[in-house]
């Protein structure tokens, strides 16, 4: 392959794409979450924990599978933990989800220090590896992008068609979006709110994990504090910009991860900004963006409201 | 006048016992309904219906006591359940979503409807299909947020009958439609029963059950008061069962007193945007004296007319004069502290602070005056004295005045909005839904005290969704529509069909041409 502008662009692409996967899985998990009717801000914390959960799983079963497995497994115990307090006890969604958000700081931290300790060494483990897709990644540039990657990431773009699908076309999903909507109305109609939100809450803070299984053994290869380092509230943001729809988180996630992208390029190049601000980039695109977007929401009207029955 | 056991009984309540924590909301109900009537549950706020119904569509269970359908015991442990053996509801607060589709809205939580492939074109066919048959007509296609209000109690109507209802509840159908969409709705309601469907019809409306319905259930307490034949029962009858004693519909009006105009709305306008507009053009005298009564259908300009007054809006356009100030212009402290008092529409929204104390809500209007207080601290002891004998003079049912303000029922929560504003012998009354929610007995009462104030020379603005209220009370009356005034009518002088015609959005003129 030669190096020319055409390379470029699909290298900038393929690693955008890269770098949007985590939080279009999260924002995808988050999306479910929130069309249950549920304000969830506790991304952060639940893809913070789950990087933990994968690295671990990954050092003790030797198979970063396994890690990802117990990041799914660690994330839906979170998502368990929120649905309980803001479904059952009622608590405010608001509260809890700060709540999630410093007891995955904290419980990630002291997590990592009792399983590895306090060294400085770094244990190695099993991460995810690219994954070229047989004749369509000798595509030249687009092949780079998108076929050549690791499966995670064809995961991610994947369930973009197919959570559409089913919040769209199936009825499960039709009494996910009720739910969200008019929780009262659903119940009349013989729904369940309290478990589909249940189902919902768990089943998206799985994804998140996922998201954060991705940025410690896929994008990173190991666990640092902090590392999700506002990913989650970006996620947070992509649903919203991405007004509700799969496809527009799939596109607010790359567009606010292009900025990333474009600081690590304007590093390698030398361009005289200190790397401090460049980092700040994708968070800035975020606050633009949202800024833009404005008062009109999309969001499920139920959204925040805890359901009492009867 | 008790109806005998009767073959043919579709539906059969017995014994019905609900305990809720501290409350016994039904005790003993019985009830039975005949297939193909339209079997009329009449009950006060509070006296157990729908708890009852709710019962019966399966949102909540019994604490003892049978519900028989068709000769068998049935339990519902869902909505689910009752709607597979019939029964469906038409709650008084739609139950629809209103960003999805007539269609999708008729497909939350179907069984039937393919569970990984919604056949979203095969259900939009046979709700156009049942929309013909019943002569509901409806775009299924049509976003719920779109339509009307009429409209969408048409829509709850399909999805019970999409859903395979044999029994329909309709839940106070007729509290949110102009006269005219209730004429429809009973057309509607008997050409259902014809074709052999089963209704039960909720409602405190006495003439509405005199017009509809073929038998009676009255709830009074959350007990039985018994089962009659409509047809053998007067109105009067009906509102002794509900109520426990007799009951005066007529109410006391001197003549005569209207004196200057005391408030001269003039063109206000209110714009939503650039385009459009929420109020347009209003213009209206309120004399000394008189009581001005707004109808219309709720939602049509009611609340930003009002907002306007009141100084929680600024009129765009148009004046309001009151006393040589201009009421779109001014600053809500500014009009309340020049002798206006406001009922407003939500008491617990905006008229009360439900958790503060009875003393503290009575003075809400007026703590910052020497009355109460000097500077910055409060003068607990005037206050005290204040709210005892606000108490004492309005009959306001409490413990004591430290009862938070919601814990009140709601007829004594409204008896604490007009103690507050009443008190302050207002010069202009703004009264708006006054009565809203409440039962005969303290209707009544506030009706009363509204009156006094205009034979004391007040001037009184009334703004109030229930036509018959309007009727009752007002020297002249006013219909919005969408924002403007469809004509201004003499209730002597009008029936409830020219009012009905001007709330759908006919203007005065274009109806007496």
Known sequence: ?310 | METKQNENIILEMRHIYKQFPGVLANADICLNVRAGEVHALLGENGAGKSTLMNQLCGLIKPTSGDIVIEGKVVHFNSARDAMAIGIGMVHQHFMLVPTMTVTENCLIGATDAGYLKLNYKQAAKRISELAEKYNLEIDPEAKVGDLAVGQRQRVEIIKALYRGAKILILDEPTSVLTPQETGELFNMIRSLTEKGFTVLFISHKLNEIKEICDRVTVLRLGRTEGTYNVAECTVNDLARLMVGRDVSFSIERKEGTEGEAMVQVRNLTLARDAHTNLLTDISFDVHAGEVFGIAGVDGNGQNELVECLTGAKHATSGTAMYEGKDLGKESTRQIMSSGVSHIPADRHKAGLILGMHLTENLILQDYYTPKFGKGALLDNRAIDTYASELIERFAIKTPSRYEYAGSLSGGNQQKVIVARELSRNPKFLIAMHPTRGLDVGAIEYIHGQIMKQRDDGAAVLLVSTELEEVMKLSDRIGVLFEGKLMGIVNPSETTVEEIGLMMGGTRLEDIRK
């Open chain 1, 1 to 310: 392959m030669g190096v020319g502008p055409l390379h470029i662009i699909g290298n900038v692409l393929a690693s955008d794409i890269r770098m949007a996967t985590p939080i279009l899985i999260a924002a995808l998990g988050l999306l479910l979450v929130n069309e249950a009717g549920l304000l969830h801000i506790g991304v952060e914390g639940t893809m913070l924990i789950a990087t933990l959960a994968a690295v671990a799983g990954s050092y003790y079963t030797g198979s970063v599978w396994g890690g990802l497995l117990c990041a799914i497994i660690a994330a839906g115990l979170m998502g368990l933990l929120f649905a309980f307090l803001t479904i059952t006890l009622r608590a405010n969604q608001t509260v809890v989800g700060v709540a999630i958000n410093i007891l995955g700081s904290g419980l990630s931290a002291a997590m990592n220090r009792v399983l590895f300790g306090v060294s400085t060494t770094i244990a190695s483990i099993d991460t995810f590896k690219n994954l070229p897709i047989p004749g369509l990644s000798k595509i030249p540039v687009l092949g780079t992008a998108f076929f050549n990657q690791m499966p995670i990431v064809y995961i991610a773009f994947l369930l973009v068609p197919v959570i559409s699908y089913f919040l769209f076309k199936t009825q499960p999903g039709l009494n996910l979006r009720a739910v969200g909507e008019n929780p009262g109305a659903a119940d009349t109609l013989g729904i369940n709110v309290y478990r589909t939100r249940y189902i919902a809450c768990v089943v998206g803070s799985m994804l998140m994990g996922v998201g954060g299984a991705f940025l410690s053994t896929g994008l990173l290869t190991f666990f640092s504090e902090e590392m999700v380092s506002g990913r989650g509230y970006i996620a947070i943001a992509a649903v919203i910009f991405g007004r509700y729809k799969p496809t527009g988180i799939m596109f607010a996630s790359m567009i606010f991860m292009a900025g990333n992208v474009l600081a690590n390029l304007l590093q390698v190049y030398g361009v005289g900004i200190p790397y401090y601000f460049l980092n700040m980039l994708p968070y800035i695109l975020t606050v633009v963006a949202l800024a833009m977007l404005g008062k009109s929401t999309m969001a499920p009207a139920a959204q925040g409201k805890p359901y009492r029955r009867g």
